[in-house]
């Protein structure tokens, strides 16, 4: 079982939709990041977190430690939001979930 | 927030030849991570780089196939040796932040071995 559980594997959704990405993790950790990578290949650190929750743009991000569970969501969601949402926690290394393959359509 | 760039972006490699990754910071870091993503997968760490000294590779990845140089502390190369089409992946570099646990990663280098 990987230690690092995203759901759902892959999303579509129409544009303006509010979208809700899980991530869920078996590790104690000490943060909890949340990735962007692009059908190019790039990574950008949308978000890291160690209790609680953060908001940046139409991003929010919480987690709750003791559940061990965090959710990404995107509100007003837009075709350019379309990427892969990598969930990574820190636990003496980084470790990855999958990912989450979202699709928003115009 | 630290800016990293590599080169080449993506390349198209034949089997049994080698390439030679590099990963540019534009501010010192002490510690340079390579990762791994083949297609569909999640992110694998390769090897950290600390500069001064040998890199320490993870479970299941060696220096004859991975070797790396980390020569400052601003620049690091991953060189994917005697490639086969099992090495086809996005190789992505990492640095740590100045925060605590906070990481960078790179845009990444696609490699296609035919």
């Known amino acids: 079982k990987n230690e690092v559980e995203q759901s759902p594997q892959n999303l579509t959704a129409q544009e303006g939709e509010f979208i809700t990405i899980n991530c869920s993790y078996s590790?104690?950790?000490?943060?909890l990041h949340w990735l962007q990578q692009h059908p190019g290949g790039g990574i950008v650190s949308l978000f890291m977190l160690s209790s609680g929750k953060k908001k940046h743009g139409r991003l929010i991000a919480t987690i709750n430690i003791q559940e061990k569970h965090s959710s990404l969501h995107i509100t007003a969601s837009h075709p350019r939001d379309s990427a892969v949402y990598i969930c990574?926690?820190?636990?003496?290394?980084?470790?990855f979930g999958a990912g989450t393959r979202l699709t928003v359509k115009p | 927030s630290a800016v990293i760039s590599q080169k080449p972006s993506r390349d198209i490699c034949q089997r049994g030849t080698s390439l030679t990754i590099q990963c540019q910071v534009d501010s010192q870091v002490t510690m340079m991570f390579w990762y791994r993503q083949q297609p569909g997968q999640s992110l694998t760490l390769i090897a950290t780089?600390?500069?001064?000294?040998?890199?320490?590779?993870e479970s299941g990845f060696v220096i004859d196939k991975f070797p790396i140089s980390r020569p400052n502390l601003t620049f690091s190369t991953l060189t994917v040796s005697n490639m086969s089409p099992e090495d086809s992946s996005i190789y992505l570099c990492s640095v740590e932040g100045t925060g605590v646990h906070e990481q960078y990663f790179g845009p990444g280098t696609r490699l296609t071995v035919t």
């Open positions: 990574a926690v820190w636990d003496n290394d980084m470790r």
């Open positions: 590790v104690g950790i000490s943060a």
């Open positions: 780089a600390n500069q001064g000294s040998e890199a320490t590779y």
